[in-house]
């Protein structure tokens, strides 16, 4: 059973700082690509950022470039988001999701095969 734990979310002012943490557990083949998602308020669930587990090359949303931070440590099986310079429209509960496929388009969300619950994130002006 594979599952995907977040933490680290919460509430934070605009110019500030979270670290977000997903661990994973059982089936180490579902993580060749890990993602991370947020969904706010009445929008669609949208990719945030990607990293492929073996090469541990990145990807990310255009809006989130060189704010947000996505990396991973292979011996606590947990992958990070760390945010920094945070805006009110980061707000919205971010997910975790992992995949066994580490080619193709990771912003695809439908191409993920295990979800995390999610965690709010909330930025205040």
């Known amino acids: 059973q594979v599952q995907l734990v977040e933490s680290g979310g919460g509430l934070v002012q605009a110019g500030g700082s979270l670290r977000l943490s997903c661990t994973t557990s059982?089936?180490?083949?579902?993580?060749?690509?890990m993602g991370w998602f947020r969904q706010a308020p009445g929008k669609e669930r949208e990719f945030v950022a990607a990293?492929?587990?073996?090469?541990?090359?990145?990807y990310y949303a255009d809006s989130v470039k060189g704010r947000l931070t996505i990396s991973r440590d292979n011996a606590k099986n947990t992958v990070y988001l760390q945010m920094n310079n945070l805006k009110p429209e980061d707000t919205a509960v971010y997910y975790c999701a992992s995949r066994a496929v580490y080619y193709g388009d990771y912003s695809a969300a439908s191409s993920y095969n295990y979800w995390g619950q999610g965690t709010q994130v909330t930025v205040s002006p």
């Open positions: 059982g089936g180490s083949f579902s993580r060749n690509a």
């Open positions: 990293i492929n587990w073996i090469s541990s090359l990145t």
